[in-house]
């Protein structure tokens, strides 16, 4: 089992809906969830953090985790253009070598 | 302005040669990190360094040295052994270990 697993997409939004994204992990332990934006031939951006169960809220950005469930997942409300990007969800694990781990990402395209 | 560096943003060698990849960081943070990103893969870490003077080994660090001299400092060198070296490399830093990373604008070599 992968250590953090995302649906690679693509995922197409039509602009101003809802787009949400998942991530599951399989770390019980962890405590440090991010989620990274990544535009095409760009570096990684952070966009969020969350360390306790339930909803962070920054902007028009909602983070959500669930840790019994080992998940956590990302709402975009009101998606613009500008949002269509590869979103990244990284987990740090602490089960051996402790690290940041991510997943490979979900392309995100919002449709005008 | 605080924010990571990496130089240069394009890096083209020819098979045998070694070659090192810049990091500058004015964030004082005390933890640096070595990314690889391959098309369709996550983030591989290649080493990464809590302290001056200090790194380990990240999962993919065959090929690869690091030094950390300064705290501002952790140039990356691609040695010859590296069997498939073009890839999107990315530097990161964090305030300390299990906080959050954030990323410079990456180096693009290319291996021929």
């Known amino acids: 089992q992968k250590e953090v697993e995302q649906n690679s997409g693509p995922l197409s939004v039509p602009e101003g809906a809802i787009a949400s994204l998942n991530c599951t992990y399989s770390d019980r332990g962890s405590q440090s969830f991010f989620w990274y934006r990544q535009y095409s031939g760009k570096s990684p951006e952070l966009i969020m953090s969350i360390y306790s169960n339930g909803d962070k809220e920054d902007g028009r950005f909602t983070a959500q985790l669930n840790k019994a469930s080992q998940y956590v997942s990302l709402l975009i409300r009101d998606s613009q253009p500008s949002d269509s990007a590869t979103y990244l969800c990284?987990?740090?694990?602490?089960?051996?070598?402790?690290?940041?781990?991510f997943g490979t990402g979900t392309r995100l395209t919002i449709i005008p | 302005d605080g924010g990571i560096t990496q130089s240069p943003k394009y890096l083209f060698r020819k098979e045998g040669q070694n070659v090192t990849l810049s990091c500058e960081q004015n964030l004082n943070h005390d933890a640096m990190y070595w990314y690889r990103q391959d098309p369709g893969q996550g983030l591989r870490l290649i080493y990464y360094?809590?302290?001056?003077?200090?790194?380990q080994k990240g999962d993919i660090a065959e090929g690869y040295s690091v030094s950390r001299e300064k705290k501002e400092s952790f140039p990356l060198t691609v040695t010859s052994a590296q069997k498939n070296p073009t890839a999107f490399y990315l530097c990161?830093?964090?305030?300390?270990?299990?906080?959050?990373?954030?990323f410079g604008p990456g180096t693009r070599l290319t291996v021929t």
């Open positions: 360094s809590q302290i001056v003077n200090d790194f």
């Open positions: 990161a830093s964090s305030e300390r270990e299990y906080y959050e990373q954030y």
């Open positions: 990284a987990v740090y694990i602490l089960e051996g070598n402790e690290k940041l781990t």
